[in-house]
């Protein structure tokens, strides 16, 4: 009950400075607003209001305060414009309906899914060769550690191009981005869980003489379970990025980038925002549903998770 109110006390604060935040953001528009609609306004013109600092502005003009909520196209919507655009484009609107966030939900979540599972079995099959081969160790995992230091916004519309140029369309391009981020948890993980068992436990099994896949199986694989699942819950939020990010540069019609892309060319601030949160939500779900698959594989071991 403590970690309960502990937490609505920390989303509280958030919506409060939130709203707070909004205020100065949105206060120059409201004001321009108010200027066409004949009231006056401190300073007069808006060549002063340019050079004023928004503080200053919202402290001379109290009154505005309240419109700066309800902007039609405000720089930061207030929480409340969000949740109504959510409720409106997800419980309101038919699944199949083009301006549905679960329509465009499942679109990132099929791509999401396979660059998933693409990354995580590309990432136990590299950690597996880098855990018993010290030649792929001192080659393989310096080289993936420097994939993840090009950034992804410049590498996904060349992967697109390369994979469009030879015919390859459709979802595999963007699941092929999504686990290029995923896959690099996945290894980092799974090879810090096969090399867990100490010492002792690995001394253990040569002495009932045990073999390299016997050892594999029966000692390092169910050690590695935990790290793991660890690891798999960053690569399925990762990889719902890659999903993301590989709908932009296609200019994509369905789909959550797609959604971002379309509100940015129309100066819907609220529909990018309630997009984000969409994303947000459904990485949410991914993340618990693995964390309930782990309470029940861990338990089922024996193992406590």
């Known amino acids: 009950m403590k970690s309960f109110f502990a937490v609505l006390t920390v989303v509280a604060a958030i919506i ?21 609609a004949g009231a006056e306004i401190t300073p007069a013109t808006a060549k002063e209001r340019r050079d004023m600092g928004t503080f200053g502005l919202v402290a001379k003009n109290t009154f505005a305060i309240g419109d700066t909520w309800a902007q039609d196209r405000p720089r930061l919507p207030a929480p409340h414009q969000v949740a109504v655009e959510l409720w409106k484009t997800t ?29 995580t079995g590309l990432g136990i099959l590299l950690a597996v060769g880098i855990v018993h081969s010290k030649v792929m160790d001192m080659s393989v995992m310096p080289w993936a550690i420097v994939s993840q230091t090009i950034p992804i916004i410049a590498l996904a519309p060349m992967i697109i191009v390369v994979l469009y140029s030879i015919g390859v369309q459709g979802i595999l391009p963007k699941a092929i981005i999504s686990a290029y981020l995923s896959f690099f948890p996945v290894v ?53 990025v890659g999903a993301i990010v590989g709908e932009l540069p296609t200019g994509a019609v369905a ?11 129309y100066g819907q601030t609220v529909q990018i925002w309630s997009a984000l949160f969409a994303a947000a939500i459904l990485a949410a779900l991914l993340v618990a549903l693995l964390g309930l698959i782990e309470r029940v594989v861990l338990k089922r071991m024996g193992m406590s998770a």
């Open 91 to 119: 419980v309101q609107k038919k699944v199949t309906s083009k301006r549905s966030l679960i329509y465009h939900g499942q679109v990132t979540l099929s791509a999401t899914l396979l660059g998933f599972a693409i990354g």
């Open 255 to 265: 789909g959550l980038g797609a959604r971002l892309l379309a509100g940015s060319y």
């Open 188 to 240: 980092v993980g799974m090879v810090k869980g096969l090399r867990s068992p100490d010492a002792m436990q690995l001394d253990l099994l040569k002495t009932y003489s045990a073999s390299t896949s016997q050892g594999f199986w029966k000692l390092r694989l169910p050690s590695s379970l935990p790290y793991l699942f660890a690891s798999l819950k960053i690569g399925i939020a990762a990889s719902l």
């Open 16 to 36: 409060a400075f939130w709203y707070a935040a909004c205020v100065p953001m949105n206060i120059k528009g409201v004001l321009d607003q108010a200027e066409r």
